[in-house]
């Protein structure tokens, strides 16, 4: 099912809404606002066309900044909302997007399962390894050690390691990108959409407000771009996973000068693959079995139920 496009480019600030952003300034998911508007123009999509979700929390607010359909949900509760609305009207380009915490800690149950059924659907994760909405608690991806208002000697877990979760999952798209830098992210984003299937894009944003060890000042020189840099292949799923397994190693300090990355953090398409989505086979189905009217006959199906 192709999306509803438009035959000529809109500029990005098209795609803004009236409501200027609440978020603190400084704040990285202002540069995800920007990359969005600009994917979108590229792709010439149509503004009333385009749905987005999100769940609960300062990313989750994106919507409202958008000129789109937005539906604000339940915390964690982004991407059922998403499947619903792609098996409703599989035309519409459909956007989700969430914070780390939304996405992989109360939401994380969906994830896997719209990941391997390979809904078409773009998943935007802005990652700032914390609660920041709740004023600084812990979140699924914080550093080892990182302190927060509720673990003030630090946190004593390890942090989700999300792409190689993703890969995993069966999802078929697979990127990190970086707030800080508008082009990669953009680009990331446009391909993301263009993908057929469930694509997934972590991106590292700082939070300057309670985050201050994951800064844009942290992130400067600390990128490494996988597909430029180290030439990576995305159609190669044991490579993306071999990478995807050391994406985390520049949280330990004795890993600084180690393969792959040498203490840097990777940005880049880690995996992609083309497969049959689920709306193209549900519609396979429904060409299959459908009455020729397109409305089933409610009593002829019922009767079989009844004594």
Not at 27 to 56: N, R, Y
Not at 248 to 267: H, Q, S, V
Not at 295 to 303: F, G, M, S, V, Y
């Amino acid at each position: 099912m192709e999306y509803i496009r438009l035959q000529e480019k809109l500029p990005p600030k098209e795609y803004r809404s009236d409501i200027e952003p609440t978020w603190c300034p400084g704040c990285g998911d202002f540069g995800v606002v920007t990359a969005l508007t600009k994917a979108f123009s590229e792709e010439k999509l149509d503004p009333t066309a385009i749905t987005m979700t999100s769940g609960i929390g300062c990313s989750s607010r994106l919507p409202l900044w958008m000129n789109a359909f937005g539906v604000h949900t339940a915390h964690g509760r982004a991407l059922p909302a998403a499947v619903g609305i792609r098996l409703a009207k599989p035309e519409t380009p459909t956007i989700v997007t969430a914070g780390d915490g939304d996405i992989f800690s109360i939401g994380m149950e969906h994830f896997p399962h719209t990941a391997r059924k390979n809904f078409d659907i773009t998943l935007v994760v802005m990652d700032n390894r914390m609660y920041a909405l709740t004023k600084n608690q812990t979140s699924p991806t914080s550093r080892h050690g990182y302190k927060g208002s509720l673990n003030p000697y630090g946190n004593i877990e390890d942090p989700f390691n999300v792409i190689k979760f993703a890969i995993a999952s069966g999802a078929t798209f697979v990127a990190q990108s970086y707030s800080g830098n508008p082009k990669h992210l953009a680009e990331t984003i446009q391909a993301a959409v263009e993908h057929k299937g469930f694509a997934f894009v972590n991106v590292l944003s700082p939070c300057p407000t309670f985050n201050k060890i994951d800064t844009f000042k942290y992130y400067k020189g600390r990128l490494i771009d996988i597909n430029k840099e180290l030439g990576h292949d995305p159609s190669d799923m044991k490579a993306a996973l071999e990478l995807a397994s050391h994406v985390l190693d520049a949280d330990n300090p004795e890993l600084e000068d180690a393969e792959p990355f040498k203490g840097k953090r990777p940005i880049g398409i880690f995996y992609k693959v083309e497969k049959e989505t689920f709306e193209e086979r549900v519609a396979k189905l429904k060409e299959k079995f459908a009455p020729p009217s397109g409305e089933p006959d409610w009593d002829e199906i019922l009767a079989k139920y009844r004594p």
